[in-house]
């Protein structure tokens, strides 16, 4: 063979390999192109987790593997059927607890409704309060941008009564004319001795009467309370003249002129809502009340006496009504949550 035929198939050679080359050359240019995209999408986005704010054309999907969420407070996920379970027992509790509270403001708002013509009652009115809160998330939390939340994440632990608590605002006069019917106008309280243990007790109740002693005294349907300072009416009494400032005037048989046999004091407190409801329209003082501060009516801010007259109960029927029923709706809405089945 001579060497110039050898050439020319050297030549015709190196054309079929570059002609083979460039057939093959598309497909490995697109695996190449897959295996660099692959490349670039499992390459994690530092950027975006730097929290710099990228242009969302430019943000490629990232595939991350599949991690276990965190919840919550710790607790079980809710596809877990204990973690169901126990947010169900945390709701009947709650609802419990409110139904507890519900029921004791009937009761509160009943008693209201039987005193309506209870002379100088006054009514009560429930009070609730929260249970505390699980916190979760406190407000001021920095997020991952370093920006402080606005809100707070917390479940509240439910309701409790907190107290009762007495209004003392002035109930509505019933002119009765009877001479011994006193009613206050304004603040203060009538003082009267127990007299089984001498204590003193206070009452704006002013239903007087006189005691087979002559004494005059707040009646009840256990005994009678002396008032202090005691007041004694003489057995000609005729006539009973009691002045706005507590001034106690009687005409005797036989007589024209009236005079003057003695004089109420009344009882001032700093704060009458903590006095002791002991029953018979009577209160008890307390540490909580403060030391009485007593004077006679129309002084240092006492009221003044009413004669022929008595305070009735500041229970506003209507209002009470209202709130029986509103209160009964919702007591018996959530009755029906706690016998309806858990799903």
């Given amino acids: 063979m001579s060497a110039g035929r050898t050439v020319s198939m050297l030549v015709i050679g190196c054309l079929l390999v570059g002609c083979s080359d460039q057939r093959t050359s598309p497909r490995r240019r697109t695996q ?32 991350t593997p599949a991690t276990a969420t965190p919840t919550l407070l710790e607790e079980t996920p809710d596809t877990d059927t204990d973690g169901i379970a126990a ?148 057995i000609d009494t005729t006539a009973v003249v009691v002045s706005a400032e507590g001034n106690v005037s009687i005409q005797q048989y036989g007589q024209t002129q009236f005079s003057q046999i003695g004089q109420f004091q009344l009882a001032k407190f700093l704060n009458p809502q903590g006095l002791l409801a002991v029953g018979e329209n009577l209160y008890q003082e307390t540490l909580a009340s403060g030391e009485g501060v007593f004077g006679h009516p129309g002084t240092n801010g006492l009221g003044t006496i009413q004669q022929n007259t008595l305070e009735r109960s500041n229970v506003d029927l209507d209002e009470e009504l209202l709130a029986w029923k509103e209160t009964e709706r919702a007591l018996k809405a959530f009755e029906r949550l706690l016998k309806a089945p858990s799903r």
């Fill in 87 to 234: 947010g169900h027992d945390e709701a009947d509790r709650l609802l419990r607890e409110a139904v507890k509270a519900l029921r004791a403001k009937l009761t509160v708002i009943s008693h209201n409704l039987a005193h309506a013509d209870t002379v100088a009652f006054k009514r009560s009115r429930l009070l609730f309060e929260d249970c505390g809160y699980r916190q979760v998330k406190l407000p001021g939390g920095q997020d991952a941008f370093n920006n402080y939340a606005p809100i707070n994440l917390a479940l509240g632990l439910g309701i409790r009564v907190q107290g009762t608590q007495m209004m003392f605002d002035q109930g509505n006069f019933e002119v009765t004319n009877q001479p011994l019917d006193l009613a206050i106008d304004g603040e203060g309280f009538f003082q009267v001795k127990e007299p089984t243990t001498d204590n003193f007790l206070y009452t704006r109740a002013g239903n007087l009467a006189v005691n087979s002693n002559g004494v005059l005294v707040v009646g009840s349907s256990n005994t009678g309370r002396v008032v202090q300072p005691q007041i004694s009416m003489p």
């Fill in 32 to 63: 190449a192109r897959g295996a660099q995209a692959t490349a670039q999408t499992n390459k994690p986005a530092t950027d975006v987790a730097k929290g710099q704010v990228v242009p969302a054309a430019h943000i490629e999907p990232v595939s």
